[in-house]
Every structure is written in C-alpha cells, then in structure tokens.
C-alpha cells in the first residue's frame, strides 16, 4: 500500500511539472544549485593564486617568512543574488586576488563559464582559455594560469565523480546552449544537464556533459553514467 501511495505521488508531481512547461534553465539557476558550483570553483581559483603569489603548496614546507593565515568572508554580486564566498589570506597581508580583487564584488559573465568548466568533454587548454577569459582583462602569467588550472582541475573532477544517491525520485534532463572560448572562437556549446530532486526534496545538479550538439546517443551515454554513479 505504501510503495502504491508512494508512486501515485509521484505520478501527480511529474503530471505537474510536465503540465507548468518547466523551464530546467531555471530551475538550474534558481535554489542555489548554481551558486553552489560557482562558490566551489572560484574558491579553488583564488587558491592557486595564492599558492604562486607564495611559491608553495598547501602540504609543502617552506623557509619564507610569510604563510597561510585562514579565509576571509566576501559577498559577491552575481546574476542570480549574492554569493559567499572565502578569500584566502596570507600573514603579511600582500596576497590581493586577481580574480576577485580588494573591494571589486563582481565577476562579468560568470554564469556561462562556470556551467562550461563543470561540464565533462572540455580539454585542458579549453579550460584554461575559459579560465583566462573568466580573468578578463588582467595580465596573468603562463605559470600562474597553470596553477590556477591544476586547483581547477582538481576541484571539477572531484565533483564529476563524487558518488551519487541510490535514487532520485525526479530527474530533469535538458541541453543549455552555453558560449565557449575554442580554439581562440567562441563558439555556441550544447551542454546537457542532469537536475535530480531527492527524497527530502532537496536539488542536485547530477552531472553536466558538452556536446557539439545535441543527439539522442549522447543523452543515453549520460544517463548511463549516472547510473554507474
């Protein structure tokens, strides 16, 4: 009787969701869900700054004077409201961010760029063309972009491969048109999105996959994924 209640209920909210026309673009905006990918990728970027403003990594030893002194709390102005988000400090105060610099609050056309980078099918230099066009306009070296990309790197594969729940109840699949830095053309991307809704109700962005385009063989690889996840 239970499990009958339980498919009913869900009968109706799928008949609900199919009948309002649901637009998955924004929902993917709305909640958080988005600011959550920005918040992780954008901290991960101000921490390969400050690893080559200081020369070393997190886990090496060093002789300098000057170290690691925590986070600071910073309110970013983005497209869907304001983002926390925590800026790493150095203990002699001269780490002033590139990304986010010393009272600036916005970073210009971030929405795009952090759905592409998240998304699986980009190469390493994809992603760091997108890294150098998130920086816009700011003189940034060959060796600090490389590192700002292994943080990157490291942050985006963990959240591509971190297991997933045993079920979702409801799953929107959907493809956003995002413009992407390639080949030194922004080019129009297909980037396929999985929205799960778990059993409490909460959202979870599944998985994001880029396309050329979009097709029916791709959207059946990502399902596919997902389940092996």
């Given at each position: 009787?239970?499990?009958?209640?339980?498919?009913?209920?869900?009968?109706?909210?799928?008949?609900?969701?199919?009948?309002?026309?649901?637009?998955?673009?924004?929902?993917?905006?709305s909640d958080g869900v988005l600011k959550q990918l920005t918040k992780g990728l954008v901290e991960r970027a101000l921490q390969g700054e400050l690893k080559a403003h200081l020369g070393y990594d997190r886990h090496e030893r060093s002789d300098s004077v000057n170290a690691r002194n925590g986070t600071a709390r910073k309110s970013l102005i983005t497209e869907d409201g304001p983002l926390e988000i925590d800026v790493p400090r150095d203990r002699s105060g001269e780490f002033d961010p590139v990304l986010v610099p010393k009272r600036s609050t916005r970073i210009e056309g971030l929405n795009e760029k952090i759905i592409s980078l998240y998304a699986k099918g980009m190469s390493v230099s994809d992603i760091q063309?997108?890294?150098?066009?998130?920086?816009?306009?700011?003189?940034?070296?060959?060796?600090?972009?490389s590192k700002i990309t292994d943080e990157v790197l490291e942050e985006v594969k963990h959240w591509q491969s971190r297991p997933l729940d045993a079920v979702y109840p409801i799953v929107f699949f959907d493809c956003l048109v995002v413009k992407v830095r390639q080949d030194k053309r922004v080019l129009n991307k297909a980037v396929y999105v999985a929205l799960g809704i778990d059993r409490t109700g909460r959202k979870d962005v599944l998985g994001l996959w880029m396309s050329e385009n979009e097709g029916a063989k791709v959207g059946l690889a990502n399902v596919s994924e997902l389940k092996d996840r």
């Open positions: 009787m239970k499990n009958k209640e339980q498919n009913k209920a869900l009968d109706q909210a799928l008949d609900l969701i199919v009948e309002s026309g649901a637009d998955l673009s924004n929902l993917f905006k063309l997108q890294l150098q066009e998130l920086y816009g306009g700011a003189e940034i070296s060959t060796s600090l972009i």
